[in-house]
């Protein structure tokens, strides 16, 4: 009687375990950053503005997970050369979850971009594989751009036409087939100088790949420890 009852305890345990590794969670992504003419000179770069974030659906939408990131911002001070990192994230109420703020040198900035270049291309082929069983539902690119002179805006366009589309391809083809065609766009802007960009990407994977790809990541990374630790010198 005692072993029946635990398997009626286990069982269902058991099968929410399986169903949380083989069902896939849909993951939307959601990026906004708008930067308008601003007279005053200043230092500080908006990296996020408010409408980025990331929403999970998890068991084909029975569980949902919304996280808000108000804004980001990166503060440069002239005189030292610090930057400093400003983000508050919010929950789907709206409520403040976590403040971060913290200061890099330059010299630091540049060490830690390295050491994350070297893991990089020690662990990649985990990121390839992650991406080649991830599924995309959409990809949404949108951009208005305005530069000083209609000239320089003619140029920046173009040069973000390139860019898009070379970075377009270069993620559609380490995709799963098949996949949505991109939704991209650029509207010049010549009346005023901003920057309004808008990204939206829907995709979906299956946790059980995420930790075989994170466990194929920590491997690479374990295998080539020696090798990274001697570039960084």
Same mark, same amino acid.
């Given at each position: 009687?005692?072993?029946?009852?635990?398997?009626? +305890?286990?069982?269902?345990?058991? #099968?929410?375990?399986?169903?949380?590794?083989?069902?896939?969670?849909? &993951?939307?992504?959601?990026?906004?950053?708008?930067?308008?003419?601003?007279?005053?000179?200043?230092?500080?770069?908006? +990296?996020?503005? /408010?409408?980025?974030?990331?929403?999970?659906? +998890?068991?084909?939408?029975?569980?949902?997970? =919304?996280?808000?990131?108000?804004?980001?911002?990166?503060?440069?001070? #002239?005189? %030292?050369?610090?930057?400093?990192?400003?983000?508050?994230?919010?929950?789907?109420? !709206?409520?403040?979850?976590?403040?971060? @703020?913290?200061? +890099?040198?330059?010299?630091?900035?540049?060490?830690?971009? @390295?050491?994350?270049?070297?893991?990089?291309?020690?662990?990649?082929?985990?990121?390839?594989? *992650? *991406?080649? &069983?991830? @599924?995309?539902?959409?990809?949404?690119?949108?951009?208005?751009? !305005?530069?000083?002179? %209609?000239?320089?805006?003619?140029?920046?366009?173009?040069?973000?036409?390139?860019?898009?589309?070379?970075?377009?391809?270069?993620?559609?083809? =380490?995709?799963?087939?098949?996949? /949505?065609?991109?939704?991209?766009? $650029? #509207?010049?802007?010549?009346?005023?100088?901003?920057?309004?960009?808008?990204?939206?990407?829907?995709?979906?994977?299956?946790?059980?790949?995420? $930790?075989?790809?994170?466990?194929? %990541? #920590?491997?690479?990374?374990?295998?080539?420890?020696?090798?990274?630790?001697?570039?960084?010198?």
């Amino acid at each position: 009687m005692g072993c029946s009852m635990w398997y009626l +305890i286990l069982a269902p345990v058991l #099968i929410l375990l399986v169903l949380l590794l083989i069902a896939p969670v849909k &993951v939307h992504i959601s990026y906004v950053l708008e930067e308008k003419d601003d007279p005053k000179p200043n230092t500080t770069l908006n +990296i996020s503005t /408010p409408g980025t974030g990331v929403s999970l659906s +998890i068991l084909w939408g029975l569980f949902k997970i =919304r996280l808000r990131l108000s804004s980001v911002r990166l503060v440069f001070n #002239i005189f %030292a050369p610090v930057f400093k990192l400003r983000a508050r994230l919010t929950g789907r109420s !709206g409520d403040v979850l976590a403040r971060e @703020k913290t200061s +890099i040198s330059a010299g630091r900035a540049i060490h830690l971009y @390295k050491l994350a270049m070297c893991v990089y291309r020690a662990t990649a082929p985990a990121y390839r594989y *992650l *991406l080649s &069983v991830t @599924k995309l539902h959409r990809f949404s690119w949108r951009t208005r751009l !305005g530069m000083p002179r %209609a000239d320089q805006t003619g140029m920046a366009v173009g040069l973000l036409w390139i860019a898009k589309s070379n970075s377009t391809a270069y993620l559609y083809r =380490r995709l799963k087939k098949p996949a /949505p065609r991109p939704e991209l766009e $650029i #509207i010049p802007v010549f009346s005023a100088r901003m920057v309004d960009t808008r990204i939206e990407c829907v995709f979906s994977l299956r946790p059980w790949q995420v $930790i075989l790809s994170s466990i194929m %990541a #920590i491997w690479l990374y374990l295998k080539s420890k020696n090798s990274l630790a001697r570039s960084m010198m």
